[in-house]
């Protein structure tokens, strides 16, 4: 998660109530770096790839692309989804995951000619399952997740909607970071797992 969090802050540059933004922003930069960089070195070594952290962008935004693809035993069911991995002429994993990114646009693209309407229900599907969704698409552990989520991010949200008239840089950046992490998974594949950076603040934010 954290390769993700540097666009974010210096977003938060925008907000006028913090003092030494830039600055502050730089370390929190830098310090993100020293996290991922001695894996990044990993993969350069071992696999002869500039790999970040891991590939999976791809896979995870095709894999978002249908209401099927969202767990996997759905993955697993559809003769679609097996029949068409990929097996590419360099056998790296960063062109197989760049298929996968290419066939999730596709798909995208398919829905938008032929489905318009659709992409409706399948947004509101993807941010729902935003607060249960589970790779194992088991039914009873995934509501009791969505119990805990109804209990914090709804309270959560409002305190920092109401925080925008005593403290609006507070409100800003949790709301942004919320809007961010949203966006960014309800994008690719929407799953509790990836919006675990968010509870922390949720719950401070439904604390009060």
């Not at 540097?6 to 600055?23: D, M």
């Not at 001695?38 to 790839?49: C, F, H, S």
């Not at 999730?104 to 599907?125: D, K, M, N």
């Amino acid at each position: 998660t954290t390769q993700f969090f540097p666009v974010f802050f210096f977003a938060t540059l925008c907000c006028r109530g913090i003092p030494k933004r830039l600055l502050k922003c730089t370390f929190v930069f830098l310090g993100l770096c020293l996290v991922v960089l001695p894996w990044t070195l990993r993969n350069l070594y071992v696999l002869g790839e500039p790999i970040i952290v891991q590939t999976g962008f791809g896979v995870a935004f095709y894999a978002g692309s249908r209401s099927e693809f969202l767990t996997v035993p759905g993955r697993k069911a559809s003769e679609e989804w097996v029949r068409q991995l990929p097996d590419t002429v360099d056998k790296k994993i960063t062109s197989q995951d760049r298929w996968f990114f290419h066939r999730g646009l596709r798909e995208y693209r398919l829905r938008l000619e032929q489905q318009p309407l659709s992409f409706f229900p399948l947004i509101i599907h993807k941010f729902v399952r935003l607060w249960y969704g589970m790779d194992s698409g088991i039914l009873y552990q995934q509501f009791i997740l969505g119990v805990c989520s109804l209990l914090i991010v709804p309270i959560g949200l409002y305190q920092i909607w109401l925080w925008r008239r005593e403290h609006l840089a507070l409100s800003l950046i949790l709301g942004l970071l919320f809007l961010y992490f949203t966006v960014l998974h309800i994008v690719t594949l929407p799953l509790v797992r990836y919006t675990v950076p968010l509870y922390p603040f949720l719950i401070f934010s439904a604390s009060h």
